[in-house]
């Protein structure tokens, strides 16, 4: 499968943003997907994933009542709803996708999304 995220950009704090990921293929509905992002200098860290029913969500604590992962199957795209946006949500997000088990782990992924920039400035 491959991985196309957009939906990046410059908000303020406090302002929301929706990234988008489009997964070609036939066999978008057997990964489950998760979002990560790398800020400058920092390693890559786990944000959400959702299973490949869309049933199970799981959100890093940094996130949590903030973000909103879904997908939606029958078009191949998974979302990542970013609400009260803090200065230090600023990074490249990836999305990725993952056929064996889900996971927080960033190498268990086997196909990864080009990345998008959100900047959210104070």
């Known amino acids: 499968v491959q991985l196309q995220a957009s939906g990046g950009g410059l908000v303020q704090a406090g302002d929301s943003l929706r990234l988008s990921c489009a997964a070609s293929g036939r066999t978008f509905s057997s990964y489950d997907m998760g979002w990560f992002r790398q800020a400058p200098g920092k390693e890559r860290e786990f944000v959400a994933l959702?299973?490949?029913?869309?049933?199970?969500?799981y959100y890093a604590d940094s996130v949590k009542g903030r973000f909103t992962i879904s997908r939606d199957n029958a078009k191949n795209m998974v979302y990542l709803q970013m609400n009260s946006l803090k200065p230090e949500d600023t990074a490249v997000y990836y999305c990725a996708a993952n056929s064996r088990y889900r996971s927080t782990t960033s190498s268990t992924y086997d196909h990864w999304g080009q990345g998008t920039l959100v900047t959210v400035s104070s």
């Open positions: 959702i299973s490949r029913s869309g049933g199970t969500t």
